[in-house]
């Protein structure tokens, strides 16, 4: 077996989301990376639909732009038409959505790995994990070659024991056109749990074929909502991208495409209810679950059969192609099924399918089995990132890597961990759903599941990341300095707004009774400040009391959050505990007392029980520090 004669610091395996993030994040902290792909043409590869963004979803890509991640970047030079989901309504829940030109994201995202310092590609396919008393050493593959490091980042997405679907028809592969990965038999030889879950992806139609005169239009939001602090830097790669506001700054400009809408019908529902017996989903033959909040056009027939119609999104995928994604009908049945039901549907008559859609069984490995640094218990120095931990979504993947790259390198160069916590960001509030409460379905970000989630808006993203990443060398430059501006703006802001008087009223008073927006202020007053950082000052001041309130609440719950938890405390030893909840401790292992409260199963009761023996192990502790030799 041939052995490279370098020994990495950090091994990524798989060029997803999540591999992408994982390898530059290492990078950047000065980490020598490896990374695996099965196929260097599909680096950062859109999978199913080329889009970025969406509720919850959004937030986290900013919070990635601000813990100087790439995939913001990438959206805003590539995107094709952008939106601001939720405008109407409360800033926490406004979220940015980006139609992406699908080949331009992936190229480009591919230039940006590979002239990244410290970091090499190469193209294979891992065989087997190499551990050493419980320690990874590396990895081979298929070719024989042997590549050592000293951790190992897998984010192999749906390639893990992949299985396509269309119709009672199947064949192995993660991803249409490409192959599988076996890895999962090395996962479980090495004790790991490893589980089956189910996706899908919608038929593509040529644009050709489409009446687009008798769908509705949707245009996107202008000004454009960009994804990235540091959005106008795309200005030194293409100067026609961006021409100048009024304020003087750069606005971007790039030509938006419009999608389409259109709906399905009683017709459309009466075929694929008559032909169900043809899906694999109702056959048994699918035996993985599939994500509850992004049902197939099956399960919208079966659930919801009072619906008369559902709507059906006809996104293009990209500039210099006519293929349309038709979001909202996700399937599996047979091709003349699909081209059946299909033409049932206004302005797609005389549709014809470029790719059909078909549904994919993978396996994944329950989080559970995870510390919040992405690390596996069993196996020092190997961690999970993105699809194998049981999510869903270009976002969560990505958010993963960034962890469990930032850790990975970390933990090499043996500096303390970097966790992100409830309070502070998404990605914290994914992380600890994921290794506290595990999922029994794919896992799919939203705003209901962040509690403090007034104080984690996509506007402030990098007012609340980027000197945390700032402080570990995740993020330098231009774009600290720009936050370090915009903390000193904020402060003046506050003082200038509360001694400033506008239609009887003090500014801050103004802006808490006022529905209508900073705009309506006059000339001399906006002048005070950059324009970008009204909005940001006026939800500052109109839910100050809200924002005070959660912001109490943190601080009360820091105090559990502070209480750390050894890993190797032995639960079964804890008087009068529950048998359940001993169980329940030693599997998650809990970080923190504020982690273990969160389990699911554990009571007030239990997490006094343990509060109690922690105080009465500190004392004791502390006795016998004191007491004479």
């Avoid at 990438?74 to 030109?101: E, H, W, Y």
């Avoid at 349309?324 to 399918?353: A, H, M, W």
Wanted: overall charge neutral; charged content about 25%; aromatic content about 8%.
């Amino acid at each position: 077996m041939f052995q490279f004669p370098k020994r990495y610091d950090v091994i990524v395996i798989g060029a997803g989301h999540a591999g992408v993030e994982a390898a530059m994040a290492a990078a950047r902290l000065g980490a020598e990376v490896a990374i695996l792909t099965q196929n260097l043409d599909t680096i950062g590869q859109m999978s199913c639909n080329p889009a970025i963004g969406g509720l919850a979803k959004g937030h986290m890509v900013r919070e990635i732009d601000a813990l100087g991640g790439v995939m913001g970047l990438n959206t805003d030079a590539t995107g094709i038409q952008f939106r601001m989901l939720n405008a109407s309504k409360g800033p926490s829940v406004r979220a940015p959505r980006a139609q992406c030109d699908k080949k331009a994201y992936q190229f480009r995202m591919k230039r940006e790995l590979e002239a990244m310092p410290g970091i090499e590609i190469h193209q294979g396919n891992v065989a087997d994990l190499l551990v050493e008393h419980d320690q990874i050493i590396g990895v081979s593959t298929s070719l024989g070659m042997k590549i050592l490091g000293k951790s190992v980042i897998l984010s192999a997405g749906t390639f893990m024991g992949g299985l396509m679907h269309v119709g009672l028809r199947n064949e192995k592969g993660g991803r249409m056109g490409d192959a599988t990965s076996n890895v999962s038999e090395a996962l479980k030889c090495l004790g790991f749990d490893v589980e089956r879950f189910k996706t899908g992806t919608p038929c593509r139609l040529n644009g050709r074929s489409i009446d687009f005169s008798r769908c509705e239009r949707q245009d996107g939001d202008v000004p454009v909502p960009k994804f990235s602090f540091m959005a106008d830097t795309l200005l030194r790669e293409k100067d026609d991208l961006f021409t100048l506001n009024p304020w003087g700054d750069p606005m971007f400009h790039v030509e938006q495409l419009p999608c389409w809408i259109t709906y399905t019908n009683p017709t459309t529902h009466s075929i694929i209810a008559s032909n169900l017996h043809q899906s694999p989903m109702y056959c048994g033959v699918i035996e993985g679950v599939g994500p509850r909040y992004c049902p197939s056009i099956e399960d919208k027939v079966v659930r919801f059969a009072e619906k008369e119609r559902h709507q059906i999104f006809l996104e293009p995928e990209g500039r210099h192609t006519l293929e349309y994604y038709v979001n909202g009908v996700s399937t599996s049945l047979p091709y003349e099924v699909q081209l059946d039901f299909l033409r049932s549907i206004v302005g797609l008559e005389k549709c014809e399918i470029l790719r059909p859609g078909y549904a994919v069984e993978y396996d994944y490995c329950p989080p559970t089995q995870l510390f919040p640094t992405m690390e596996t218990k069993k196996i020092e120095g190997l961690y999970f990132a993105g699809q194998i931990n049981g999510t869903s979504g270009y976002e969560e993947a990505a958010g993963q890597g960034l962890i469990a790259g930032t850790n990975a390198a970390l933990k090499v160069q043996g500096k303390p961990e970097f966790i992100l916590g409830r309070d502070e960001a998404y990605l914290g509030v994914m992380v600890d759903d994921l290794v506290t409460r595990g999922c029994t379905e794919p896992y799919r970000m939203f705003t209901s599941r962040a509690e403090y989630r007034l104080l984690l808006r996509q506007d402030n993203a990098d007012i609340r990341l980027t000197p945390k990443a700032a402080a570990i060398g995740l993020a330098s430059g231009e774009r600290v300095r720009r936050v370090e501006e915009k903390w000193v703006g904020l402060a003046k802001a506050e003082t200038f707004i509360r001694q400033t008087t506008y239609e009887g009223a003090k500014l801050d008073q103004w802006f808490r009774r006022n529905e209508n927006t900073w705009d309506r202020l006059p000339a001399d007053i906006l002048q005070e400040f950059q324009i970008d950082l009204w909005p940001l000052i006026e939800t500052n001041f109109k839910y100050e009391g809200h924002l005070g309130r959660q912001q109490t609440q943190i601080d009360r719950m820091s105090r559990q959050e502070g209480k750390r938890l050894a890993p190797d405390l032995d639960y079964t030893a804890i008087k009068g505990l529950k048998k359940e909840a001993q169980l329940r401790f030693s599997e998650i292992r809990p970080t923190t007392l504020g982690q273990a409260g969160r389990i699911p199963g554990i009571t007030p009761a239990d997490l006094a029980m343990l509060l109690v023996w922690l105080e009465k192990l500190q004392r004791e502790q502390s006795t016998s520090e004191l007491s004479p030799l």
